[in-house]
């Protein structure tokens, strides 16, 4: 069966909270989505997709980042895009190929934060979802 499941703690920003939520089930032949709300009103935002969870903190691979903030999945795939008005919808485009049932992904953003001179202020990040993809 799919499942999505979000874990570990967001590390809150300008924006409020930082929480990401899967909106579906992660399906053979289907898309995955995946919402996140109360985050800064813009920022630069890094999908980061795993093979793995992790535990890093996330000052040591990014300045100006609180001492609270981790990285809780390995950046095997990243993706750049910007937020909307404090929110982001990701998705994932899952084959319709049997081999790829079972297999368990980990998404997390992190969130660089920058002002109307895109300078940057802040880096923070969501909490992390796990997925296993399903077949009917």
């Known amino acids: 069966p799919a499942t999505a499941i979000a874990s570990g703690t967001a590390c809150p920003g300008s924006g409020g909270a930082n929480s990401y939520e899967p909106r579906n ?63 982001l919808e990701t998705e994932l485009q899952i084959p319709n190929n049997a081999t790829l049932a079972g297999i368990t992904l980990h998404q997390q953003l992190l969130l660089l934060e920058v002002d109307l001179s895109l300078t940057f202020l802040e880096n923070t990040s969501t909490n992390a979802i796990s997925i296993t993809i399903g077949s009917f």
């Open 25 to 87: 089930l992660p399906w053979l032949g289907t898309t995955y989505q995946a919402h996140t709300t109360s985050i800064p009103s813009f920022a630069f935002v890094l999908v980061t997709t795993g093979f793995s969870l992790s535990s890093l903190p996330l000052g040591s691979v990014l300045p100006l980042t609180p001492p609270t903030c981790n990285l809780l999945v390995t950046p095997d795939v990243l993706a750049l895009t910007v937020s909307n008005a404090g929110a």
